[in-house]
């Protein structure tokens, strides 16, 4: 029986799958086809599931994960910024500084001088 109406069991663990799927290998090109294929599932039910469990599309989900896995290694100082986007899947530098601005609201170099700025004044 679907829950809300909307997902049966099988259908909330299959897009349970296809989330972990992105987070494990958020760094690669997962295209909706591909990833509904993985999880055995219609790729219409699973973009809506996607949707429906976190609020973003597959692309745009992906894209968080990419973010946030991104901004531990630029607090980390380790590795140039460029290094950061290639690592965590962006095709460009300016492509992961555009992301990263939409979604954390400054500039991947903005955000290490923040992170500067707070460790002199602790």
Known sequence: MPINKL?????LKQIS???????KRYSETISPDGLAIEVNMNIKQ???G??????LTIHNYQLRVRILKA???LEEFKD???TIAFKHGFSSPAHFSTEFKKQ???SPKDFRFEILDKSKQS
């Open 46 to 48: 699973l973009q809506a």
């Open 17 to 23: 799958a296809a989330i972990e799927y992105i987070d």
């Open 7 to 11: 997902f049966t069991p099988v259908e």
């Open 104 to 106: 954390v609201g400054k």
């Open 80 to 82: 140039s910024i460029k």
């Open 50 to 55: 996607i949707q429906f469990i976190t609020g």
């Open 71 to 73: 901004k531990t290694d």
